[in-house]
């Protein structure tokens, strides 16, 4: 329980006037949040806007002398082209590619709210937007008591949903954005990703999707073989938009 108090006590205490940063969740895993952050990322910087990716919680990392890495934490950093602490990025890495709770349980460790919103704060100075990439879907337990909607709480956060386009994906959908709106959080839209290039109905599929969650759609991403041969900007102009005008008014509070 005390994890649950961390986020929900910081909560109040960490809140700014104007959220300084977005969450990225998904329906699932593997379903594209790295590379639809990255591309937001890229987009952003050729606005001059100043911007940097975060990924509180990840599961699965390779052994470096300099301790666990994860790729999509490395992706991001790449994406913001980012040289200070990987562990501001990423506060929590765990070794093994489980769900996370099951990653703390193994290691004896736990998930500090209070770790994750200082890392957030040092990566917001200088008025910077920070966009969070959550892990696996919004569902996915962060410990026994923590849930991923305690970290957008306690960071103030507004959500963007990537739906992973596959057969199902409707069903997905609609869950994850009822229990992000469940869960007191606020679903500013979401971006359909395929992932199955073999889809069918794709267009019947995502205007299903449309018509049952109020939140609007701010873009699609085509399928890729390689996901990070091309930002994909000129697709997500929505959600760019989106992030600029929020940056506009950051730096209008100075």
């Known amino acids: ?87 501001d990025i990423n506060p929590h890495v765990f070794a093994e590619p489980i769900a996370p709770h099951l990653a703390v349980l193994e290691s004896s460790m736990s998930i500090s709210t209070a770790r994750i919103r200082a890392a957030h704060s040092r990566l917001a100075m200088g008025n910077r937007l920070v966009l969070v990439e959550g892990v696996g879907g919004w569902l996915a337990p962060l410990g026994d008591s923590l849930m991923q909607s305690d970290i957008v709480r306690a960071l103030d956060l507004q959500v963007i949903l990537v739906v992973g386009m596959r057969l199902g994906c409707i069903n997905h959908a609609l869950l994850t954005s009822r229990a992000i709106e469940a869960d007191g959080c606020r679903l500013i839209g979401w971006i359909a990703n395929r992932i199955d290039p073999d889809m069918l109905r794709f267009e019947d599929n995502r205007r299903s999707i449309q018509q049952r969650i109020q939140a609007p759609l701010l873009g699609t991403v085509e399928y890729a073989e390689d996901p990070q041969a091309s930002n994909h900007a000129g697709s997500l102009d929505t959600a760019i938009e989106i992030l600029t005008s929020q940056a506009r008014q950051i730096h209008q509070q100075e």
């Open 1 to 87: 329980m005390a994890e649950l108090a961390d986020a929900q006590g910081g909560e109040k205490a960490g809140r700014r006037a104007l959220s300084t940063g977005f969450f990225v969740s998904g329906t699932d895993t593997g379903i594209g949040k790295t590379r639809v952050g990255c591309a937001l990322i890229r987009a952003m910087r050729a606005r001059q806007i100043p911007i940097v990716g975060m990924k509180p919680v990840a599961s699965g990392a390779y052994s470096t002398s300099n301790g666990l890495r994860n790729e999509d934490a490395e992706a991001l950093i790449a994406a913001c082209g980012y040289s200070g602490d990987y562990t």
